[in-house]
């Protein structure tokens, strides 16, 4: 098993462009979610998902979208990037919501918006 | 959701025990105690995660006293590798435990 994949690694945006980070598990979880970690910090949540067609907004949404067609992929969708959206992006996966939630991360997008 | 207090970082030296303490005065009846692992450029990595009493993997062992007001990740004889940051988490088992939040954890940093 893969595991949690993100792409690309890194990436560099102009200001007001739009990107999307793609995020894929094999391990057919349920529930999937998007972090943000700015340096020094810990991890804010964005959105998660409960299941395919089923997406909810975290801490931090704004400036975010996210789509869920299918079980394995939950991409993130940047509109008009702007430099407060310079972070590094993990995508989580996990079995359940509640006890035993044990979140499996993916290696990380390190965005750079200027 | 209950907010947790992590120091912000610990010094140790291989072959230690290393003990961390998170707060979390208020953690309510259905919540789970987590703890992960994050080295530089990494994501998080699950290591414990406990409801009462004590708990003990192949890794670390967790310490939740009677009040759970508080929890306790010990490693036991740290090498240079154990040099990362720790989250603690406090979730609801039921339902929420997905929008546990992760604050900005205590930095290990273990010495020669």
């Known amino acids: 098993n893969a595991g949690v994949t993100q792409t690309p690694k890194f990436r560099i945006l102009k200001i007001g462009q739009s990107m999307t980070l793609q995020c894929t598990q094999d391990m057919n979880h349920n529930y999937m979610y998007w972090y943000r970690q700015d340096p020094g910090m810990g991890l804010k949540l964005i959105y998660y998902?409960?299941?395919?067609?089923?997406?909810d907004k975290g801490e931090v949404p704004n400036g975010y979208n996210v789509s869920r067609s299918t079980t394995e992929d939950f991409p993130l969708r940047l509109e008009l990037a702007a430099p407060s959206q310079t972070s590094v992006y993990f995508c989580a996966s996990s079995w359940t919501s509640g006890r035993y939630n044990e979140q499996f991360f993916g290696p990380g997008t390190r965005l750079t918006v200027l | 959701l209950a907010k947790t207090t992590q120091p912000i970082s610990m010094d140790s030296y291989e072959g230690q025990e290393v003990n961390i303490t998170c707060s979390h005065n208020?953690?309510?009846?259905?919540?789970?105690i987590t703890w992960y692992q994050q080295f530089p450029s990494q994501g998080p990595r699950f290591i414990i995660q406990?409801?009462?009493t004590k708990v003990t993997n192949e890794v670390a062992s967790l310490f939740i006293p009677a009040d759970r007001k508080s929890s306790t990740l010990s490693l036991p004889r740290v090498s240079l590798s154990d040099t990362a940051v720790y989250y603690c988490l406090v979730g609801d088992g039921n339902t929420g435990g997905f929008k546990t939040i992760f604050g900005a954890g205590t930095r290990l940093f273990v010495k020669a």
């Open positions: 998902s409960v299941g395919a067609g089923i997406t």
């Open positions: 208020n953690i309510a009846t259905n919540d789970y």
């Open positions: 406990g409801y009462k």
